[in-house]
T-cell receptor, first 111, second 114 residues
Framework: GQQLNQSPQSMFIQEGEDVSMNCTSSSIFNTWLWYKQDPGEGPVLLIALYKAGELTSNGRLTAQFGITRKDSFLNISASIPSDVGIYFCAGQLYHTDKLIFGTGTRLQVFP | NAGVTQTPKFRILKIGQSMTLQCAQDMNHNYMYWYRQDPGMGLKLIYYSVGAGITDKGEVPNGYNVSRSTTEDFPLRLELAAPSQTSVYFC?????????????FGDGTRLSIL
């Protein structure tokens, strides 16, 4: 089945550092979403992107919809311990009702 | 608002048993989805529904059945549980698939088949 390539798979960083992760696909998407999942909970939407080239921020988080429509990036600035979790990208293919999810980036932040 | 509510939160089944995972949403969303999440993996779509009375297969529908008799509820049925169905199951809903209509998720049901 189709799945997005998300990298890195995991990150271990120190509090205060910036974080970058990305998703790539061979298919073109018309929507990119970034979710965060805390242990024992469902994914929670962080940022939604609907236009190629769009750059959107949510507090310390910034995400971009790639110009080619085949990739997206998420940056977290000045990480804090509560940023710990798994981050998923998800893309919606043109003319479909379904999302394709990335395999996740597991983020660990050390004080 | 409760959002998307899934029950039970945990369940252990024996091989061959059947069960129904419940999902309810109180946001009047037309679209509802069932995903499974295996360890270290992303979410894979099992079934989805675009409205009451309408269901469609996702990427991994084998071994599951769904029904959508009301807008609020979208139960997932396992008829003959198999070890390969050990996973975390997430239900989600959305008002549509366009801009400003993202999917909202429940907290999941952790299912073990022994």
């Amino acid at each position: 089945g189709q799945q997005l390539n998300q990298s890195p798979q995991s990150m271990f960083i120190q509090e205060g550092e910036d974080v970058s992760m990305n998703c790539t696909s061979s298919s073109i998407f018309n929507t990119w979403l970034w979710y965060k999942q805390d242990p024992g909970e469902g994914p929670v939407l962080l940022i939604a992107l609907y236009k190629a080239g769009e750059l959107t921020s949510n507090g310390r988080l910034t995400a971009q919809f790639g110009i080619t429509r085949k990739d997206s990036f998420l940056n977290i600035s000045a990480s804090i311990p509560s940023d710990v979790g798994i981050y998923f990208c998800a893309g919606q293919l043109y003319h479909t009702d379904k999302l394709i999810f990335g395999t996740g980036t597991r983020l660990q932040v050390f004080p | 608002n409760a959002g998307v509510t899934q029950t039970p939160k945990f369940r252990i089944l024996k091989i061959g048993q059947s069960m129904t995972l419940q999902c309810a949403q109180d946001m009047n969303h037309n679209y509802m989805y069932w995903y499974r999440q295996d360890p270290g993996m992303g979410l894979k779509l099992i079934y989805y529904s675009v409205g009451a009375g309408i269901t469609d297969k996702g990427e991994v529908p084998n071994g599951y059945n769904v029904s959508r008799s009301t807008t609020e509820d979208f139960p997932l049925r396992l008829e003959l549980a198999a070890p390969s169905q050990t996973s975390v199951y997430f239900c989600a809903s959305s008002s549509g698939t366009g801009e400003g209509q993202p999917q909202h998720f429940g907290d999941g049901t952790r299912l073990s088949i022994l």
